[in-house]
């Protein structure tokens, strides 16, 4: 006795019961499905010549350009357990923008679910003498080409400096911190997170809890060089010929430089004090457990 054999149709109606019973399975996964939609704005420049950004998620990219407006180019991500969730979530992420007190405040708002994520990517373009501040929950930070005084906030991203001339001012808590091509007074403060700084002219007041911390510097100024890590290498690099007075300190590791130093230098106990060339300009190197290099 033969089995009657499944016709095609059968057979499609099979995989078609099993297709939707994983869509079925897959709907209620929180941020299973995805939307997205981009939007562009353009604003005078605030009296006061001061933009401050807040954005708790994604990644935010300030550019200075020779130009007279500000130019914001705002990508939104949202995702849910269904499209139609993400859908509405994607609408309900607003860019709020409001000039208060010659400042230039603009903020992104992402209503929290427990089953639906939102995040916007910034992207704006200033004028380079534009004073920036920016903030972040959680997103990476660039900034690049501005000429003025640069503030930076963030929590859970690094942050990346390119080609600023001005005071910089960066605090984060769990991330690297770079910067090449830089000019003015440095600060940057890391809880978890390596520093590293390229081609810089000027003051560095650097220091982080754990990670490494290399800076080359091109020029040096009269406010000198602090750096220090609780556990973690340093590394600095000086420009040629250096007038500098130097103090470093090392309580577990190695002290190693390539420098020579006068007849005034002093090394004992994971401490080396000592005058580069004519003196003058401080630099403090300290590290609880690590070993500091001068070059």
Do not use: Y
Request: negative net charge; proline residues 3%.
């Amino acid at each position: 006795m033969s089995s009657k054999p499944i016709d095609d149709g059968e057979k499609c109606d099979e995989t078609g019961g099993l297709s939707s019973f994983l869509r079925s399975l897959l709907a209620g996964i929180p941020w299973s499905e995805s939307a997205s939609v981009e939007e562009q704005i353009t604003f005078d420049v605030p009296r006061g010549n001061v933009i401050d950004v807040h954005n708790a998620n994604g990644k935010t990219r300030v550019i200075g350009e020779d130009r007279s407006d500000l130019s914001l180019r705002a990508v939104k991500h949202a995702r849910a357990e269904t499209q139609q969730a993400a859908q509405q979530l994607l609408d309900d992420i607003g860019v709020d923008a409001a000039e208060v007190s010659g400042t230039l405040e603009l903020g992104v708002e992402i209503p929290r679910k427990w089953n639906r994520h939102g995040s916007v990517d910034l992207e704006i373009r200033v004028p380079r003498r534009l004073e920036t501040r920016v903030s972040s929950a959680n997103g990476k930070l660039c900034l690049q080409g501005l000429r003025c005084t640069v503030r930076v906030n963030s929590s859970n991203g690094s942050v990346r400096i390119d080609d600023v001339v001005g005071d910089i001012d960066i605090t984060t808590a769990n991330a690297k911190v770079s910067c090449a091509c830089t000019c003015g007074r440095l600060v940057a403060r890391s809880s978890n997170g390596k520093i590293e700084v390229g081609e810089h002219r000027g003051s560095i007041d650097a220091s982080t809890s754990n990670g490494l911390i290399h800076a080359t510097l091109e020029q040096l100024a009269r406010e000198g060089i602090s750096l220090a890590t609780s556990n973690g290498r340093i590394v600095l690099e000086l420009p040629e010929e250096p007038d500098a007075e130097v103090d470093i300190r090392v309580d577990n590791g190695l002290i190693r430089s390539e420098l020579s130093f006068g007849s005034r230098a002093s090394e004992s106990n994971g401490r080396l004090r000592g005058r580069l060339g004519r003196g003058g300009v401080p630099i403090k190197l300290r590290t609880s457990n690590g070993t500091i290099s001068l070059r």
